[in-house]
């Protein structure tokens, strides 16, 4: 009997895997499974999909879902210690390998599937329009946001008008790294500045944009960093900027905690639609700056060509 891996993903991504298959990386949901190195993901039990479900798409309902299935035979790979059942590889599998598993959950425990195979299904209703994939960019914008407010404000000082003191560890670090471009900062803010942009790297890939912007994964990854040193800079700016200043201190007025506070803990898809519009703004800005690098990397392209000998009809 074959023994079958099975990876569970969503519907949204399979045309992308359709295109280039399952191959080992750090994915946007390494982090629920602390797993820090470039591995394939699997399980060999459909017993454990719940508990899959719950680690990695607790929110998204069962519709959205696909289960990938492949042939086990001539893949090396190993077993954790795992409660699920996990097991890993760092083998690609291609395309033409693999079935999908549609599923419908009838009841608690019982499913409707349809299994079919991937290079064979057509998958037009599973494609994101342009507004969707912006959407889906922006909300993570928000999440940055937020990730990097509430850690100010949890670090700051709170005062009895209901103000919040800026705690002088974050000044220092906003006004150091406010003034140095981002070749010039230190490997410990690039690392985190690094993390931070892996998973607008992650949707643009899944949604099969990496390939229309005729770049190499490190040049877009390169300008994800620096776009966003550039965002936290300016928004560190304008948050100083409606600061009040007393003896060197910055302390964040009493309404405006209250107004961060809320926007902190909203959704970005239960936003006013002018709030909406900042985060979809900074994704504009991505692919902005992508375009002004490819600019100037053509521009530079030009100069150092050889230049063509005049045609003098001989």
């Given at each position: ?5 099975y990876h569970i993903?969503?519907k949204?991504n ?10 080992p990386?750090?994915g ?8 820090p190195?470039k591995?394939?993901?699997?399980f060999?039990?459909?017993?454990a999909i719940h508990?899959?479900?719950?680690r990695?798409y ?5 519709e959205?879902?696909a ?8 893949i090396?790979?190993i ?8 097991f ?14 549609q ?24 494609l994101?329009d342009k507004g ?8 993570y ?10 850690s ?9 008008d209901?103000?919040?003191?800026i ?16 070749s010039?900062?230190?490997e ?14 992650y ?9 229309k912007?005729?770049?190499s ?34 302390i964040i007025?009493?309404e405006?905690?209250?107004?961060w ?10 936003l006013?639609?002018?709030l909406?519009?900042y985060?979809?703004?900074?994704v504009y ?13 053509n ?16």
């Amino acid at each position: 009997m074959k023994e079958i891996g099975y990876h569970i993903t969503r519907k949204g991504n399979l045309p992308n895997i359709q295109k280039k298959g399952l191959k080992p990386k750090i994915g946007r949901r390494s982090n629920s499974v602390n797993e820090p190195n470039k591995i394939l993901c699997f399980f060999t039990n459909l017993g454990a999909i719940h508990i899959w479900k719950e680690r990695l798409y607790k929110d998204i309902p069962y519709e959205e879902l696909a289960i990938l299935s492949f042939d086990l035979d001539g893949i090396e790979y190993i077993k954790r210690i795992d409660s699920a059942g996990d097991f890993f590889t760092l083998s690609s599998i291609p395309p033409e390998n693999i079935n999908v598993m549609q599923f419908t959950q009838v009841s608690e425990d019982q499913y409707k599937m349809k299994q079919g195979k991937l290079t064979e299904m057509s998958l037009e209703d599973c494609l994101k329009d342009k507004g969707e994939i912006i959407d889906e960019l922006a909300d993570y914008e928000h999440k940055k946001w937020s990730t990097n407010q509430h850690s100010i404000l949890w670090k700051s000082k709170w005062n009895e008008d209901g103000s919040y003191e800026i705690s002088q560890e974050d000044i220092e670090r906003i006004q150091k790294y406010g003034r140095l471009d981002y070749s010039q900062v230190d490997e410990i803010y690039k690392s985190e500045i690094h993390n931070s942009v892996l998973e607008t790297f992650y949707i643009m890939e899944e949604n099969n944009i990496l390939d229309k912007l005729a770049l190499s994964e490190e040049e877009i990854i390169s300008v994800l960093e620096r776009t966003e040193h550039m965002r936290r800079n300016n928004w560190n700016e304008y948050m100083l900027s409606l600061c009040t200043v007393q003896a060197g201190k910055y302390i964040i007025p009493e309404e405006r905690v209250k107004w961060w506070k809320k926007e902190i803990v909203t959704s970005f898809y239960d936003l006013s639609d002018n709030l909406k519009e900042y985060d979809r703004i900074e994704v504009y800005n991505i692919f902005s700056e992508i375009e002004k690098y490819k600019a100037e990397k053509n521009k530079n392209e030009l100069k150092t060509a050889p230049s063509v000998p005049e045609d003098t009809g001989r």
